[in-house]
């Protein structure tokens, strides 16, 4: 007897819920933390951090940003990491192919992954540390992750590291004995649920990669579906495979509501809320603008001034009158400080496209104004109007 999958005209199983990037599903939050994973390694940032609810679409993300990257990048990627500081710089240098002696000390293990960054970096390459499930991270072993975040020679840093994590993980970052670490947080993204109108295409499009756009579903289905998972792309991946099931009993080959009603109460999933469809449907533009204005009022307000001593501004270096007036942004994201200083305060958070208007320029940072907001950017990441 064929299978649900031969019977809908699949050529696999389109709603498993293994993460399986040839599936990815590009919605405009998905869109906006690929972004902010892209600029950290294009920029001297750090850290980035993803938040999101279990069956967001988190491991999903990296995994996509993971497969883009090129031969310049070296990564470790570190999951479910309940570990002491000696046993997550151990898995670190493990999963970089490195040899551990069996005898190694913590320092050891920091001597080892020291060595080894220096030669990447004398190699050309950039170095990422990615920790998937943060927030299971004992708070010590998160401060150690700061303290190796502070590696780096006289023009770069050596490493940036990805902290992926549930809402808790947020907690854990403002807590006072993560005050330090918190301070070098400049790129966070949350993750979302997906809108009505987002659950509509991500279904539709889950069946076109699997081999066929034109499943008969009856409008209803969507509704319903989104009334049981609230757009939750894990829920919903589970409740569509057991409701394509439900249909294939009975030998019906079109989907109806009482096969997602069938499959809801096998999974025990209950009605979550009435649509209104109006309410969710919002275009990328939009979302993309409240992401960039939350994220930056975020920054200014729960960032401290660093201490004078960690800010090197580049003094000795005298202003130098710009030839061009106005610029334009090409980074997905842009901080702006208040001195030509990768330490200094963040003052404002540029977007792609934002237009500036150029006053001075210092070394390889510019001074620019922006809304009356005025602070320092690193050239490169501006096109001259």
């Not at 200014?300 to 800010?311: F, G």
């Given at each position: 007897?064929?299978?649900?999958?031969?019977?809908?005209?699949?050529?696999?199983?389109?709603?498993?819920?293994?993460?399986?990037?040839?599936?990815?599903?590009?919605?405009?939050?998905?869109?906006?933390?690929?972004?902010?994973?892209e600029y950290l390694l294009e920029s001297e940032e750090g850290f980035a951090v993803i938040i999101g609810e279990p069956g967001t679409g988190k491991t999903i993300t990296i995994r996509k940003f993971i497969n883009q990257l090129d031969n310049s990048v070296e990564y470790a990627y570190i999951?479910?990491?309940?570990?002491?500081?000696?046993?997550?710089?151990?898995?670190?240098?493990?999963?970089?192919?490195?040899?551990?002696?069996?005898?190694?000390?913590?320092?050891?293990?920091?001597?080892?992954?020291?060595?080894?960054?220096?030669?990447?970096?004398?190699?050309?390459?950039?170095?990422?540390?990615?920790?998937?499930?943060?927030?299971?991270?004992?708070?010590?072993?998160?401060?150690?992750?700061?303290?190796?975040?502070?590696?780096?020679?006289?023009?770069?840093?050596?490493?940036?590291?990805?902290?992926?994590?549930?809402?808790?993980?947020?907690?854990?970052?403002?807590?006072?004995?993560?005050?330090?670490?918190?301070?070098?947080?400049?790129?966070?993204?949350?993750?979302?649920?997906?809108?009505?109108?987002?659950?509509?295409?991500?279904?539709?499009?889950?069946?076109?990669?699997?081999?066929?756009?034109?499943?008969?579903?009856?409008?209803?289905?969507?509704?319903?579906?989104?009334?049981?998972?609230?757009?939750?792309?894990?829920?919903?991946?589970?409740?569509?495979?057991?409701?394509?099931?439900?249909?294939?009993?009975?030998?019906?080959?079109?989907?109806?509501?009482?096969?997602?009603?069938?499959?809801?109460?096998?999974?025990?999933?209950?009605?979550?809320?009435?649509?209104?469809?109006?309410?969710?449907?919002?275009?990328?533009?939009?979302?993309?603008?409240?992401?960039?204005?939350?994220?930056?009022?975020?920054?200014?307000?729960?960032?401290?001034?660093?201490?004078?001593?960690?800010?090197?501004?580049?003094?000795?270096?005298?202003?130098?009158?710009?030839?061009?007036?106005?610029?334009?942004?090409?980074?997905?994201?842009?901080?702006?400080?208040?001195?030509?200083?990768?330490?200094?305060?963040?003052?404002?958070?540029?977007?792609?496209?934002?237009?500036?208007?150029?006053?001075?320029?210092?070394?390889?940072?510019?001074?620019?104004?922006?809304?009356?907001?005025?602070?320092?950017?690193?050239?490169?990441?501006?096109?001259?109007?």
């Open positions: 007897m064929k299978d649900f999958v031969q019977f809908f005209g699949l050529h696999e199983d389109p709603f498993r819920i293994t993460p399986d990037i040839d599936y990815f599903y590009m919605s405009s939050v998905h869109q906006e933390a690929l972004g902010a994973l999951l479910f990491p309940n570990l002491s500081p000696e046993e997550m710089f151990k898995a670190i240098l493990e999963d970089f192919g490195i040899d551990i002696p069996s005898d190694s000390s913590k320092n050891k293990f920091f001597s080892i992954l020291r060595d080894f960054l220096i030669e990447k970096k004398e190699e050309g390459k950039k170095v990422l540390i990615i920790v998937d499930e943060a927030q299971n991270l004992p708070v010590e072993t998160l401060e150690e992750l700061r303290i190796l975040s502070n590696m780096e020679t006289e023009k770069e840093k050596l490493l940036q590291i990805v902290l992926l994590g549930q809402p808790e993980l947020e907690v854990k970052l403002e807590s006072p004995q993560l005050r330090q670490l918190r301070q070098r947080i400049t790129i966070i993204t949350h993750l979302r649920n997906l809108s009505y109108d987002e659950t509509v295409k991500y279904i539709n499009y889950r069946f076109a990669k699997a081999g066929n756009p034109a499943v008969k579903i009856s409008d209803s289905v969507y509704e319903n579906v989104y009334k049981y998972t609230d757009g939750n792309l894990r829920k919903v991946n589970l409740l569509m495979e057991r409701t394509l099931m439900s249909a294939f009993v009975e030998n019906n080959q079109f989907i109806e509501d009482r096969h997602v009603k069938a499959a809801a109460e096998s999974l025990k999933f209950k009605k979550k809320r009435n649509i209104n469809k109006k309410g969710y449907i919002l275009t990328a533009s939009i979302s993309l603008l409240i992401f960039i204005f939350a994220t930056g009022l975020w920054i200014y307000l729960k960032r401290e001034p660093v201490v004078a001593k960690e800010t090197k501004v580049e003094k000795s270096i005298k202003p130098e009158k710009v030839e061009k007036k106005f610029a334009t942004v090409k980074a997905y994201m842009l901080n702006v400080r208040e001195d030509p200083s990768r330490s200094s305060h963040i003052v404002y958070l540029l977007k792609e496209g934002d237009k500036v208007e150029l006053l001075e320029k210092k070394g390889d940072w510019v001074k620019i104004k922006i809304n009356n907001t005025e602070g320092w950017v690193k050239e490169k990441y501006l096109f001259k109007d």
